[in-house]
């Protein structure tokens, strides 16, 4: 085990509707997951925490994706038009926040 993340990039392929989408992921770092989470932090008018779950997966999958089909181009546009469906499988690539899951496991579920 490193303390540094592996920053080459794994092929992914999520297969939707009956179609292959290709992409190639790489695992955030520590500070990009903690970028992300701060962006999506906040203090509601009466003094207690929020957390837009929607401003994270965006901001992470923008990370992290750094190729994708022509067809999706994945950035902050283009996220807010995808289909909850799809969109669903696209989060399945995201570690959760404050925990859970790690990105390498689903690497180690999902690469092609």
Known sequence: MSIFVDETPKEVVIT?????YRFK??????????KAINLA???????TMKFDIDV?????LTSIIVESPPEIPINQ????SITPEFGEELIKLVPQPYGGESVDATFRERSA
């Open 16 to 20: 939707f509707e009956g179609k292959e």
């Open 25 to 34: 992921v790489k695992e955030p770092t520590w500070c990009q997951m903690n």
């Open 41 to 47: 932090s906040g203090l509601k008018k009466d003094g």
């Open 56 to 60: 994270y997966y965006r901001e992470m």
């Open 77 to 80: 546009i283009t996220l807010v």
